[in-house]
């Protein structure tokens, strides 16, 4: 793994950390620590998530493990041969990621599942580590505003030159930048985001990659 300046014991926040603390205290089996990425090093894929959810990633410790978004994040992935299962149990269940790697634009569990614009500030330099150790050719997809908006600062750019969209493609620095809707609860049983849409997103950003 890339050093990524990142640590599982990150307290660079101290309402996260307190927060953190107490989800300890009250799930002693829980992970609850800042989340790290997950999968292939020197995959061509990053796909940028918010953050982990509370009795998701941040109990399983895997990015969007556990969590309803995660269904259809992994089913999605194998579906376009970016992973070896449909499902993603637990850290231990032998699912790999394939040229791909999944990140969180914040690494630790937010109250109310809403960090801070000074926490997303904080963890950006961990993102910005993590973008500058992709190859030249790599493609990202953003999943939701936030995640776009923390790759666009993390790349030293000016957000009002990137508009965030569904399917928006922004060409960045030796990388592409490819949107998406969140793939969150509330956009799939809207039906903002529906599954085919999803798919659709992902073989996009799989075309771009080079
Ligand atoms: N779980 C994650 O790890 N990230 C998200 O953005 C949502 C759920």
Request: with cysteine.
């Amino acid at each position: 793994m890339p050093d990524t300046g990142f640590s599982t014991a990150c307290t660079r926040c101290p309402r996260l950390a307190t927060f953190l603390e107490e989800v300890r205290q009250q799930h002693p089996d829980y992970y609850a620590k800042p989340v790290p990425p997950f999968g292939d090093a020197s995959a061509k894929l990053l796909i940028v998530g918010l953050a982990p959810g509370y009795h998701g990633a941040n109990a399983s410790g895997r990015p969007f493990t556990g969590d309803f978004a995660g269904i259809l994040l992994y089913e999605t992935l194998y579906a376009c041969g970016f992973s070896t299962a449909p499902v993603s149990r637990s850290v231990d269940d032998g699912l790999k990621l394939i040229n791909c790697r999944i990140t969180n634009a914040v690494k630790c569990l937010p109250p109310q599942n809403k960090p801070e614009s000074s926490e997303i500030n904080t963890c950006n330099t961990y993102l910005k580590t993590e973008l500058q150790a992709l190859k030249p050719g790599s493609v990202l997809l953003a999943l939701g505003n936030i995640a776009h908006a923390s790759i666009i600062k993390a790349m030293g750019l000016k957000l009002s030159q990137y508009k965030f969209g569904h399917g928006n493609e922004h060409v960045l620095p030796d990388l592409t930048l490819v949107d998406s809707y969140h793939c969150s609860r509330y956009n799939t049983q809207t039906r903002r985001l529906t599954a085919d849409m999803f798919k659709a997103v992902m073989l996009q950003a799989r075309a771009k990659i080079r």
